[in-house]
């Protein structure tokens, strides 16, 4: 907690927090990035980690196909379409009064099978590498054994002593639940006050123990912790510091680098590729972003989104404080109906890793995140949830603020909609129905 004294201090050094405060909506480039040839080498986190989570996942394909059958088309690789969205292209200018000369392409997680959320790719990659690296210690499995092997009996039994536990706001709790009791873990997830009822009520049918707090999502991570350091037998998936969530989340970089070449949209010095990822946390959009740093170098730019009443990783990263640093520091309440987003202290692991890659951060009301919900389902059909549309007004901030070449008809900008398939009809229509209120 900041003393009273150094609150001041920082309001006065950086006024753009005084912003933050009001709860506007603002954007804020970050004076620390660089180049990826200087950038890269300050950075633990390497390719080859990156290629190791990769080779892993394709290594469990067979096994994902067997056990999820929405995903024997894609032969049991997780991955989500890029779609592009003309329709809401126009209608998102028309709405700002702006006009966006580059393509607009949506990144729909939201359709990821297993889990329907950008949790599908770091939280079910965690998992899967716990439970190999377990396989190995008993000599259960080889790395060159048809990984279909892990829905055997027998591996099964040796998972069902050993237990699972994490932390959430919902998404990564859903994620990790799924999975681990697919192998056959004994698996708990720690709720805060924001995660859904209905989330909580599929897991439990999953058969997962689900602990609820009445308190946000860092004290769901503290108490799950807490507990989980007590058992040996157990492990826990720490969404603030976990490099393998992070590392799960990168290998969607290089797959992004694929579907772009086989549409045919070029992204080089000339065509730049301008990308909006909506942050809790930040491991979701930290590790998507390194990924996207790793694939396409200088020619990206990410930007990370965060709600008005959370803006948790731009006070981390602007002050430098990262995980010293609560929106609750400077009376901001993390109070947002984006529950996927609804983190009051940013993971100081990622927002250091991302100091020189991040082009920047802005804001989004809860107001204008039901207003483009509505507005994508009019226009596109496509129905996401309030965390995912946090990217949507990325291109209309950086093409208002001139950000570099934001405002070229050769820019493509890509936003990343992180949720939604999960969501209850019932729920959706209930969020549809905000926009306006
Ligand atoms: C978790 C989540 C995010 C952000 O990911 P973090 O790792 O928490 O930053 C964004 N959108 C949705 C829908 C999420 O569930």
Not at 259 to 280: A, M, S, W
Not at 337 to 363: Q, R
Request: hydrophobic share 40%; aromatic share 8%.
């Amino acid at each position: 907690m900041l003393k009273p004294n150094e609150v001041n201090n920082w309001l006065e050094e950086l006024p753009l927090i005084k912003n933050l405060t009001r709860l506007e909506e603002v954007l804020w480039l970050n004076p620390l990035v660089e180049s990826v040839t200087t950038g890269l080498p300050k950075t633990n986190v390497t390719a080859v980690d990156v290629k190791d989570a990769s080779d892993r996942l394709k290594r469990f394909a067979s096994y994902i196909e067997t056990v999820f059958p929405e995903t024997r088309d894609a032969k049991g690789i997780i991955e989500s379409p890029l779609t592009a969205i003309p329709e809401m292209k126009e209608a998102l200018a028309d709405e700002y009064n702006s006009s966006i000369p580059g393509e607009l392409l949506l990144k729909q997680d939201n359709k990821l099978p297993i889990s329907g959320s950008i949790k599908a790719r770091g939280g079910i990659y965690e998992i899967l590498k716990h439970a190999e690296t377990l396989a190995i210690e008993y000599g259960l499995i080889d790395l060159k054994d048809d990984y279909s092997r892990f829905a055997e009996q027998e591996l099964k039994n040796l998972f069902a002593k050993h237990k699972i536990a994490v932390g959430s706001t919902g998404n990564l709790g859903l994620s990790i639940g799924i999975m681990s009791a697919k192998l056959g873990f004994n698996v708990t997830v720690h709720m805060s006050a924001d995660a859904k009822q209905w989330k909580k009520e599929l897991l439990r049918e999953k058969g997962v123990t689900v602990i609820e707090y009445a308190d946000d999502y860092s004290k769901a991570v503290e108490e799950g912790r807490r507990q989980a350091d007590a058992d040996p037998s157990c492990h826990f998936v720490d969404d603030e510091n976990s490099l393998d969530l992070f590392l799960g989340y990168a290998v969607a970089g290089g797959r992004l680098a694929d579907q772009l070449n086989e549409r045919g949209t070029i992204v080089d010095k000339d065509h730049p590729l301008f990308v909006y990822l909506p942050c809790g946390v930040g491991g979701g959009p930290g590790g998507v972003a390194f990924g996207l740093k790793l694939a396409f170098g200088d020619n990206v730019r990410c930007f990370f989104a965060e709600p008005t009443h959370s803006p948790c990783m731009i006070l981390g990263m602007m002050t430098g404080l990262h995980d010293k640093v609560s929106v609750k520091d400077f009376g901001i309440d993390n109070k947002t109906a984006a529950d996927g987003l609804a983190v009051g202290t940013a993971s100081g692991f990622v927002g250091k890793t991302m100091e020189p890659h991040l082009a920047g951060c802005y804001t989004i009301a809860d107001a204008s995140m039901f207003r483009l919900l509505k507005l994508i389902a009019d226009t596109e059909g496509i129905k996401l949830e309030p965390s995912a549309l946090a990217g949507m007004t990325g291109p209309i901030n950086v093409i208002r603020e001139h950000v570099l070449d934001a405002d070229s008809a050769n820019a493509t900008h890509l936003v990343w909609a992180t949720g939604g398939s999960m969501v209850p009809e019932a729920e959706m229509a209930l969020y549809y129905g905000m926009a306006g209120k």
